[in-house]
Structures are given as C-alpha cells and as structure tokens.
C-alpha cells in the first residue's frame, strides 16, 4: 500500500512547514503556557487556504482525504500540539458537513470553509455516557420547521471560537429508540451557553470547553443526512477521520520528543571527558529504540491512511489501531526524551515536559485507547464493534 505524496499533497505540505516555521512554532510556548486558543495558527491556516482540506474541490477546497489530514497534523503537531488538535477537529467537522451536504450546506458552509472564513469543529462527548461518544443523551424536539435542543456536551474542541458545531442528539420525536441525529449548531444560535475556559494539564490551548444547550432553536434545514443518520456519520466519517487526525498529533509528539534526544545527546558535552553523550553506548542504544518505535507507528499510521482512502476491505482494522498505538509511542518516547535530556527537561515548562503532558491526553481522549484496542480485536475476528 506504500506510495508516493502526490505534487499536490506535496505542496500543502511545504505550505503548512512555512506556517509552522512562520507562526506557530514562535507561539507554542505562549499556548501552552496560557492556556490560550491558538487563533494566530488557525488565521494562518486559514489565509493559506488549509482549512478547506476535506471541502470538495468543487466548491473551492482541495478535496483530500485520511492521508493529507494525517500529514499535516503530524507537521503541525510536531510545533504545537494544541493547534494540530484544533486544525484537526475543524477538519474533521468539515468531512462531516460534507459527506450528505445539502446544496444550503455547501453554500453556507462548506464554501465559507473553503474561504478560510468559517471554522467548525464537532460536539459529541457528554459525561452521562463518557468515553461512549456515539451515545448521546441530548434530545431534538421538532418545533414549526426547526428543532430544540437540550443538553450538554464536554470536552469540545474551539468551544466557544468556532462558528460552527456538528452536535449529535437522540433523534426527534416518533424515531425509534437507539436511533440519533447530527446537526450544525450555528455559533450564534440562542440558547447556547459556554462554561469556564479550559485549564487543563495537557493539550492546554485547545480550548476543550462545556456547552450546554437550553431549547437552542436550529433551523431543519441544518440537519445532517436523516434523522437517525449519527451511528453512520459517527462510523463512516467521524470516527476514520477524528483516529487519523489525532494520529497525525501524536505523530508529530513522537517525532520532535526524537528530534530532542538526538539533539540533546549531540551537544551535550562533559568537561571531566570532553566527549559528548552521543558517544556512550548505552545512550546510543537507548536513541537507536526510540527511532525503531517511532518508524514503526508512522508505517501503521501511514498504511491506515492509504488504506482508508481507497476504500481497502482490511482497513477497519489499521484505522481504528492507529491513534491508539500513535498516542502509545508518544508517551513512551516523550518520557524516554524526559530520562535522555536529564535535568534540563524537568525545568518548569520545558519542550520535553509539555510534549509529555500532551501525549498523556491520548489514553482519555475518546474513543480511549482500551476502547480502540477492543474495537480492533473485534474488526480482526469479524466480530460487529459494538
């Protein structure tokens, strides 16, 4: 399944490296440490055009698919986990809207996205049902040719900068039970109200916020697919694309906590030897496994990717293990870059120590790791998931 980038996705990608180098790699330390939404990141993605990755070509976007989001968020997660987090969860919306889009939708939303002008992100998580995020709990009343919304939902990603969110919700009246429903919740709608700002211990410039929707008045027409359409949206959609994007994040974790090491093992220089790290074995051994883990999970995430865009019949599986084992390696090989870089690494605030506090959020962030290691060990013996 290897290939080539294609020129395009080539392209996007020196694109994106320039905006990292630009600005987002001057402003990772500030995110981290203020807990503030990386709005110079996504103004640069969105002025370069990025953010109408997943928008057909048709309606003024690029049209790509798994691949091209992996790649760039491995590129910007390597700078600035937080607003790789943030770029993937807009697109990931945006593949959303644009699997069943009405003509409304695509001139009202997929358009503006394709601009650069409209960001949307998904709000799916509630704490009655945890890490179960395809179950929700928030209900939609049909009320004269719009719907009511009642709930709450955690942990959404640009919560309260968006200007859009693909909310899930118990199918209206008269659907029959288990059926759910997803809907774009404009971010002025009445009705909808955002909680405290997000402080967190890692992923700290996501702005991970609680919204909570009082009879929130949406318009039928925002309706995604059918009434009853979610368990396809979340399967079919958001769950291959929500696994590559976190993937790509925690990708780029990996790396840089490589890139560190090595970097630290190189310069690192003992007066009483005059020799550098990088010459003791064990510290050449140590740095040699690091290395074999990370390509190890790129060639996972990679074929997952490739796989998932043709349409392969094996990919379930290779999707589903891929932000499992990113997130995995991220953490191992951050704290492998905490114990290379010694004591430089535990000072408040340092690269290494931050990079750490982001992959740790890759076991909690839903679907979990022990949720995705069961759904894989179901796909591989033909077994439904859930």
Known sequence: ???????????????????????????????????????????????????????????????????????????????????ALCFGMHCVGTAVIAAKATDSQRNRYLREIAAGRHITTLALSESGTGAHFYLPETTMTRDNGRYLLN???????????????VVSTVA???????DFSCVIVDADTPGMAWQQPWDGFGMRGNSSRTLAL????????????TEGDQVWYVFEVVAPYFLMAMAGTYLGIAQTAVDLAGEHLRNRRHSHTGGTLAEIETMQTRYAAMWVALQKTRALVEEAAQRGDVGHPEALPFILACKADAGETAITLANDAMTICGGSAY?????????????RASHVMSPTTDMLRVWTGRALLGMPLL
């Open 1 to 83: 399944m290897h290939t080539l980038y294609s020129p395009k996705l080539d392209q996007l990608a020196e694109l994106a490296r320039q905006i990292v180098d630009d600005s987002v790699l001057p402003n990772a330390e500030l995110v981290d440490r203020e807990c503030r939404w990386p709005e110079h990141s996504m103004r640069a993605f969105a002025d370069a055009g990025l953010l109408g990755l997943q928008v057909p070509g048709t309606l003024g976007g690029h049209g790509l698919g798994l691949h091209a989001l992996l790649h760039l968020t491995s590129i910007i997660g390597q700078a600035c986990p937080s607003s």
């Open 151 to 165: 709930g709450t939902k955690q942990f959404v990603t640009n919560g309260g900068r968006a200007d859009s969110y």
């Open 172 to 178: 209206s009246d008269g659907m029959a039970e288990g």
């Open 214 to 225: 009082q009879d929130a008045a949406v318009p039928a027409e925002n309706l995604l697919g």
């Open 347 to 359: 000072r408040e605030n340092s690269r290494v120590a931050q990079l750490l506090r982001d992959a």
